[in-house]
């Protein structure tokens, strides 16, 4: 989810002050999304521009802005909802990127770099199963739905790590550089 998605979802139930969408964002997402308050207005701002959202005075405080989703807005954000992530890999997905990259240097570099992350991530996982243990029902939907999901992103990433270690492993040394060895 984008911060333009996630404050049109918000603005969808009703108006709101800028500050308030930040607080309701951050609860929405289990309090792993930290906004700025400056990027909530700047977000608001461009959805105004693009007509998405209406600005109207607070009746409660004068002078105070209260946003409100437009028809537009409305639509656009019916269209997020419906829409299907791209079979595609994740943008700027630093694992796959710094895997990768240790490859391309050599396959020692990348067996040392899975082995080093494949341990981190392990420890991670070990971490999110005694927060979910330790958390039980308290905390909230949204943060045990957090914990699970990156639990379970955790457990794919693990997946992946062995599936390069497999590969590396089958991979004969010819063509591939040597420590030292530079384009």
Not at 15 to 36: D, S
Not at 138 to 160: I, S
Request: charged content about 30%; hydrophobic content about 35%.
């Amino acid at each position: 989810m984008t911060v333009r998605e996630g404050l049109l979802a918000l603005l969808n139930e009703g108006p709101r002050h800028g500050y308030q969408l930040k607080t309701e964002f951050e609860t929405a997402t289990g309090g792993v999304w930290p906004l700025n308050v400056g990027q909530v207005y700047t977000t608001l701002d461009r959805l105004e521009r693009d007509g998405m959202v209406r600005v109207t005075e607070g009746a409660a405080l004068p002078g105070q802005k209260v946003y409100e989703i437009t028809h537009q807005g409305a639509q656009e954000l019916g269209a997020w909802w419906e829409a299907v992530p791209a079979d595609e890999p994740p943008p700027r997905d630093e694992l796959m990127l710094k895997v990768l990259m240790a490859i391309e240097h050599s396959q020692e570099h990348g067996l040392n770099v899975v082995t080093r992350q494949r341990t981190e991530l392990l420890g991670l996982l070990q971490r999110k199963r005694r927060e979910r243990a330790a958390q039980g029902d308290a905390g909230g939907l949204a943060a045990r739905l957090v914990t699970e999901a990156l639990m379970a992103r955790a457990e794919a990433d693990l997946r992946w790590l062995d599936r390069c270690e497999a590969e590396l492993v089958q991979q004969r040394p010819t063509g591939t550089r040597d420590e030292g060895e530079k384009r």
